[in-house]
């Protein structure tokens, strides 16, 4: 069986961390900061019954999916935006809440993204965040590097680059806020029912697809064989899993 893998079947732990970790209230408002196809939206949107919820994503298949799912649920409270958060215009001091699951680290200026995520919300609004933590803390990827086996060079959309407490409390504190933390969280994360969709599914990653680009037919061939090799070595009867490290962080607007 070659089940299809998405980010919502490979963050399902995480998406139960990040909702536990916002702690929604009924009439919040909630801005979802690269949402996807919404499903840490349309959660959102539950909990908060008598408020509501704004999904935004720069990819605008992910929002046409992510309104094709919220028309299942009929929720009214719930709206989809194609857009960039860095520079989309929010209405200002709106929110209660922004949240993101792994969508706030590819931001072209971050200061000015979470300037922005900050006008957006209310005097005492709350951020919540998932990130990955270093490279290094990363088994999944440690693992990618080590079977496309080439020189590493830096990836033009970073997945680490809110990896170091220090810079994001930097970032945010120049946008206005306060309260900053990081918890540190380790869950596994699910590539795949088995190893045909595993592979699928990290041919698509930037990282190896462009490395794939860069070989010849022979060496595009050796090195998805090593990759077969190592999805195999994570290989279970729940699936092809993979050790990972975040940061859960937590600010509020000044």
Avoid: K
């Avoid at 933590?133 to 680059?161: C, K, M, T």
């Amino acid at each position: 069986m070659n089940a299809r893998t998405d980010f919502d079947s490979e963050l399902r732990r995480y998406t139960e961390v990040l909702n536990r970790a916002c702690g929604i209230r009924p009439r919040d408002r909630v801005l979802d900061i690269g949402c996807g196809a919404g499903q840490t939206t349309r959660h959102a949107a539950r909990r908060a019954g008598e408020g509501s919820a704004l999904g935004i994503d720069v990819s605008a298949p992910s929002v046409d999916r992510a309104r094709e799912l919220a028309d299942t649920e009929q929720l009214g409270n719930l709206v989809f935006t194609h857009g960039d958060a860095q520079t989309h215009r929010f209405p200002p001091e709106h929110f209660d809440l922004a949240i993101s699951r792994f969508g706030t680290m590819f931001f072209a200026d971050p200061a000015a993204a979470f300037g922005n995520i900050a006008h957006a919300l209310r005097p005492g609004g709350r951020l919540v965040m998932l990130v990955w933590q270093a490279r290094e803390r990363n088994d999944w990827i440690r693992a990618i590097d080590r079977a496309l086996d080439v020189p590493g060079a830096a990836e033009e959309l970073d997945p680490f680059s809110l990896s170091d407490p220090r810079a994001v409390t930097e970032i945010l504190e120049s946008a206005g806020f306060v309260g900053i933390d990081f918890a540190d969280v380790r869950e596994p994360v699910c590539y795949g029912a088995d190893i045909p969709a595993a592979l699928d599914w990290i041919r698509g990653f930037t990282c190896t697809s462009s490395a794939l680009r860069r070989m010849d037919s022979v060496a595009a061939e050796h090195t998805i064989d090593r990759l077969r090799a190592m999805l195999a070595a994570h290989t279970s009867a729940e699936g092809v899993w993979f050790d990972s490290s975040t940061w859960l962080v937590s600010a509020r607007r000044g």
